[in-house]
């Protein structure tokens, strides 16, 4: 087999995995397709693998971009400090390990429910809070694997053009 179709085999499960990444926060996400869209062109060498690059760079630099600026326009209106979110982040982890599947969901949501709770010592403003940092959070999710995809996207037309005019 050949070095190119083992990269690019290689990359593209990078590329995956890097795609889940974006929707299960434990695992790399866009950085990871970043640094597989680099080692597919510095492999390739070629000026397609650096336009593919640079093309599905952007696309990723766009959607971390987006992701931040969305979660922390909402975050920053209801006035939802970073330690809530970093507490929700932690107990996401816990509960990624204790409830199978569901558990980084669940525990990110009680973490931030609880921080918010400490902080406002009212039920009903800290749930209001908790659900609108929740919606923001998954608004930036959604944002970021969609310009995850089209870098992806982006990737795969750049193999197929590749492979194809071999």
């Known amino acids: 087999m050949d070095a190119q179709i083992i990269w690019t085999i290689v990359c ?5 995995v890097g795609a889940t990444g974006v929707i299960v ?12 869209l680099l080692v597919w062109a510095l492999v390739l060498g ?20 987006s992701s931040a600026v969305l979660t922390g326009r909402v975050m920053k209106q209801r006035a ?38 400490a902080r406002q010592k009212e039920f009903r403003p800290a749930v209001t809070s908790s659900v609108a ?8 999710i959604l944002v970021e ?6 870098a992806a996207g982006t990737w795969a037309a750049g193999v197929l053009i590749h492979f194809l005019n071999r």
């Open 46 to 65: 070629s000026p397609l693998g650096w336009i593919v690059f640079s093309i599905a760079v952007l696309f990723v630099a766009a959607g971390m971009v």
């Open 133 to 140: 940092a929740l919606k923001a959070t998954g608004l930036g």
């Open 80 to 117: 939802i400090p970073g330690r809530s979110v970093v507490i929700g982040l932690v107990l996401g982890v816990v509960g990624f390990f204790v409830i199978p599947v569901v558990g980084l969901l669940v525990g990110f949501a009680v973490g931030l429910f609880l921080s918010e709770f």
């Open 145 to 150: 694997f969609g310009f995850a995809s089209l």
């Open 25 to 36: 926060p434990v695992l790399p996400g866009s950085l990871l397709i970043g640094v597989s």
């Open 12 to 16: 593209g499960l990078a590329i995956a």
